[in-house]
């Protein structure tokens, strides 16, 4: 009764305004090459949908298969923008794609908002009007972590991540900002092994030679699962505390299973244990929807779309100029709670569950967590406006 | 490094050796039997991970891993019975391009029948934990593995040198018409190596399980692995692939324990490229015997008053795309001529040239980020910058041809796949110059060419020039001689052509050509990243041209468009797009082959 309550009382938020302008929004994603995060994704956005038009708005989406390379994505896009005539571009999932993207959305003139991308330069060196970020950045969810790893107080760190843009910026982050909160730390071992390829016995043998007292790491999918295995073999983590970012997500804890190292600080989404109002609503929403429980993913997307109707609403009209202006300082409802579009850098203010590790059955979970308000891990707005160049 | 570090960094080495050689070897007795370089081994070691991976869930470790080896090898004689036996008299590069459709087809159904997430398979029961080494703890199961890869190189060794059916197989190695003529029954001898080969794939996957999880993308970064194991040993060599593995297996693991983990982006292809350069057959291959009588080209022709009319009107209606409301048109259509450019440049090298290029997105690419280096930090006009993106893809094809056009057939192929890899690994690394794995943006041409209809004319008039001139040259004495020197290099310097001097020409012209292709879609994307030079570029390229035909003047660039336009269209209709144009390949190749045969 209680949840037949709230749904009503939500839906009657979104219909109050005279929600009635109709936006098509255009996605793009890189479906086949990463399956695994993008599917629930699609249902999020999917159940989204189903949510604001039930409640009479006029929302129809578009998706598109971007491919999964830049060139491939900016000519999906412009089949989107020219034969779909869509209102809004949302979606892509790899940092060059994103950043592609957002480069034709500000050519075209079209506002874009990039659903999942981390990278930092979207909303800051490369930020441009058009283009908006819903997900936490590489710095935001590095900048979650550092608390944590500061209070250990430990001396000696070795670091290890992708050698890609993401893992080269998380990497960079992690040093400056501990450094600024421990002074005096010391980085003893740096790995950067090629994303998807890491040969994890000699990587997990060479940090172990460094002798560190932690370990940074911002390894995620196949490569995580071969560094954990590892690791627990030779004995890595038994005297080591260990940060990993996005570790606790669904769609790479899950695949750990019965590895699932012990005490790991992560950031990631703890989907069965937060019990906020808005949070169980989605939840159950999607459970009877999907008959599956939510991914990282599957909030993302539908956030995205339900960021995209509010913006529609406020501006009552699916002009993209007038977006732009409804978008900037935007406060919505997510599954995470209250989220405002910055006005300053174009990025949300959407955070992340930080917690730790453990092992249940033989299952991952994360326990001792808390959520980090996106709003409180940003640099100065003066240093953001010297990289925005505005 | 202490000495304890360095024995464990050359153990972790030999364990990751021993995996690769299994592959390796299985490709390698492929190729040197049937000559097919067969695309898809990555793909069956995939399979073989996730059979096992499935498998031991239900049946135990131990038995899965024979079993899905079995899986594997009966499907592999499947593939050769039912695709590759009926076009073995076909021109060698259609084989690969059948078994690179396999390699989109089996993607597909492991993601169907699988599902998208990594499946990390079960430790092997008895070889769970470690054992302590020179201070350290190594894995039992990684030491399982040291010792197996010996074993199995003991037991083809043996196979090979020590049985008649070794016996057989070495000798349609080294002359096939040879052994077929003294009676030897191809067809099932084929069959038996391609079984062998795809267990030797499926047990590798196997075994691979408590090491790495089962994942969709396994298949292409192992199969480039792979090839670099083998071509570095030497093609049908496999005590060359034992030792090549070794070497690149220790080789990775020091620059790891050295702290260079960022070399091992690129090791394995220096490596490639620095054995190539020195011994051009790898370290134990030896010059492949000549094939005799299976494909007799017929020249090419010039373009009839027929085609020209064709043409002519293709051009009317080219001239007048802008004028259609559809936008989006020009949009495809300006890629289609990119790629058509870029195609036909390919199609020089490979028909008339007869140097199949593995790395022909090297040029593209680096034409491309030279034209948007010189647009956006030296603020060249966009004219300029294009012809910096021309003149950037002749050098690089100047410096890597120098090199090539000292090897031929599949080592030469191989090493422009080197040079290609090294230098997208500079733009993938570099990050301060080319922007890092992001790339650059804001590559708009300037104003008076931005809008979609003016680029669109700039490029159709760019690359309709160039593709004439390049159709051109094939009947210009610089077109005879390359022929002649793909024909008989012996007598083509008997009658006082300079080969290699002729050889490398033609690789610069087609860089060139290259580059500029390059450039113009640097500038109609916006911007550009490392995937412009990747080895899905040079293979899509490939594609191109094998699907409109090597041995003719216009295929590539029908293929070309063709290819360009199918893939736009069964990305956005299908589901599962990449298996649709995995069968459409197969498809095409075969109809080719019955048409041409």
């Known amino acids: ?390 | 490094m202490t000495s304890s570090a360095v024995l464990l960094q050359f153990l972790n080495g030999l364990a990751g050796a021993s995996s690769l050689f299994l592959v390796a070897a299985g490709l390698s007795l492929i190729f040197g039997v049937t000559r097919i370089v067969n695309f898809a081994h990555g793909s069956l070691y995939m399979l073989g991970m996730y059979l096992a991976v499935w498998l031991s869930a239900r049946v135990g470790f131990w038995v899965a891993v024979p079993v899905a080896t079995a899986a594997v090898a009966a499907l592999g004689a499947c593939i050769e019975f039912l695709l590759l036996r009926r076009i073995y008299r076909a021109p060698e590069l259609l084989q690969l391009l059948a078994t690179f459709a396999l390699v989109l087809i089996v993607r597909d159904v492991a993601l169907w029948a699988w599902g998208p997430e990594d499946l990390l398979g079960p430790r092997a029961p008895g070889f769970a934990g470690a054992v302590e080494i020179a201070g350290g703890a190594f894995p039992q199961y990684d030491l399982l593995l040291i010792l197996l890869g010996p074993c199995v190189f003991g037991m083809l060794h043996f196979l090979l040198t020590r049985t008649r059916w070794g016996i057989l197989i070495r000798a349609t190695t080294q002359d096939r018409e040879m052994a077929g003529a003294l009676g030897v029954n191809q067809r099932w001898l084929f069959t038996a190596v391609f079984t062998l080969g795809a267990a030797l794939a499926g047990l590798g996957g196997a075994l691979a399980i408590p090491r790495e999880p089962a994942g969709l993308g396994i298949d292409l970064a192992l199969i480039s692995d792979a090839f670099v194991v083998v071509v570095v040993g030497g093609l049908g060599s496999i005590p060359g692939a034992f030792i090549a593995a070794l070497l690149i297996g220790v080789i990775k693991a020091s620059c790891i324990g050295l702290g260079y983990s960022k070399l091992t982006l690129v090791a394995e292809f220096v490596v490639m490229a620095i054995v190539l350069v020195m011994r051009p057959w790898g370290l134990l291959g030896r010059p492949q015997g000549e094939m005799r009588g299976t494909w007799i080209e017929v020249p090419l022709g010039r373009i009839s008053k027929r085609g020209a009319l064709a043409l002519g009107l293709l051009a009317l209606l080219l001239a007048v795309l802008p004028s259609l409301p559809d936008q989006y048109l020009l949009v495809l259509a300006t890629e289609m001529l990119v790629f058509a450019l870029f195609a036909a440049s390919l199609h020089l090298l490979m028909g008339p040239g007869g140097m199949a290029s593995f790395g022909h997105a090297a040029y593209f690419g680096v034409g491309a980020y030279v034209a948007a280096l010189a647009f956006l930090k030296l603020h060249w006009s966009t004219g300029s910058s294009l012809l910096a993106g021309l003149g950037a893809g002749a050098l690089a094809a100047a410096i890597f041809g120098w090199f090539c056009v000292r090897l031929s057939g599949v080592y030469l192929a191989m090493l422009t796949l080197a040079f290609a890899q090294i230098a997208w690994s500079v733009a993938f690394q570099w990050d301060a110059v080319t922007g890092g794995s992001n790339g650059l943006v804001g590559i708009w041409p300037d104003t008076w060419l931005a809008s979609r209809a003016v680029y669109y004319y700039l490029v159709l008039f760019l690359c309709g020039c160039a593709i004439l001139a390049l159709w051109r040259m094939a009947h210009t004495p610089f077109g005879y001689a390359l022929r002649a020197s793909r024909d008989s290099s012996l007598r083509a310097s008997a009658i006082g052509i300079d080969v290699r001097a002729t050889q490398w020409t033609a690789f610069i012209i087609t860089g060139s050509a290259a580059g500029v292709a390059g450039a113009l879609f640097a500038f109609s994307k916006g911007s550009i990243s490392p995937e412009t030079l990747s080895v899905q570029r040079s293979v899509d390229g490939l594609v191109m041209v094998l699907l409109g035909g090597v041995h003719t003047l216009t295929g590539a660039v029908w293929g070309a468009a063709g290819f360009t336009w199918l893939h736009d269209i069964m990305v956005r209709s299908i589901e599962y797009w990449r298996a649709a144009i995995g069968a459409a390949i197969l498809l095409l190749v075969f109809a080719r082959w019955r048409l041409s045969a």
């Open chain 1, 1 to 390: 009764m209680n949840r037949k309550l709230l749904i009503s009382g939500l839906l009657s938020i979104v219909t109050a305004n005279g929600f009635a302008q109709a936006v098509k929004i255009g996605e793009l994603n890189s479906y086949k090459v990463f399956p695994a995060f993008l599917e629930p994704y699609k249902k999020g956005m999917e159940l989204a949908v189903e949510e604001i038009n039930a409640a009479g708005g006029k929302v129809q989406l578009v998706t598109r298969d971007d491919g999964g390379t830049p060139g491939d994505a900016v000519r999906v896009a412009e089949e989107l923008i020219t034969r779909e005539k869509v209102d809004v571009l949302m979606g892509t999932f790899a940092s060059n794609v994103g950043l592609a993207v957002s480069n034709l959305a500000a050519q075209r003139k079209v506002l874009f908002l990039a659903s999942e991308p981390l990278t930092d330069k979207i909303v800051w060196e490369n930020g441009n009007r058009y283009t908006f970020r819903l997900r936490p950045s590489t710095y935001m969810q590095v900048a979650m972590l550092v608390p944590e790893a500061a209070k250990l107080k430990k001396k000696r760190w070795a670091i290890v991540y992708p050698n890609y843009e993401y893992g080269q910026s998380a990497a960079a982050s992690f040093k400056k900002l501990l450094t600024q909160a421990q002074p005096g730390v010391e980085f003893v071992g740096e790995q950067a092994p090629a994303l998807g390829k890491i040969d994890a016995g000699a990587v997990v043998q060479a940090l172990a030679d460094a002798k560190p007292d932690a370990i940074f790491s911002a390894l995620f999918a196949a490569d995580l699962q071969k560094f954990v295995r590892e690791g627990n073999t030779r004995g890595l983590f038994r005297r080591t505390a260990v940060f990993n970012l996005l570790a606790g997500e669904p769609e790479y804890l899950d695949t750990l299973k019965d590895e699932t190292p012990d005490g790991w600080w992560v950031t990631g989404y703890p989907w069965n244990e937060i019990n906020t109002p808005e949070h169980r609503r989605f939840r159950d929403a999607y459970q009877k929807r999907w008959n599956d429980y939510p991914r990282q993913g599957s909030v993302v997307g539908y956030a995205a779309v339900h960021a995209v109707a509010a913006a529609v609403r406020k501006a009552d009209s699916a002009e993209t100029e007038k977006l732009v202006q409804a978008l900037k300082g935007l406060e919505m409802q997510t599954p995470f709670g209250n989220v405002q579009w910055r006005a300053l850098d174009h990025q949300s203010t959407m955070g992340a569950y930080v917690g730790q590790l453990a092992r249940k059955g033989d299952k991952g979970v994360m326990v001792n967590w808390r959520y980090a308000d996106g709003a409180k891990f940003q640099p100065s707005d003066e240093e953001i406006r010297k990289l925005r160049k505005e």
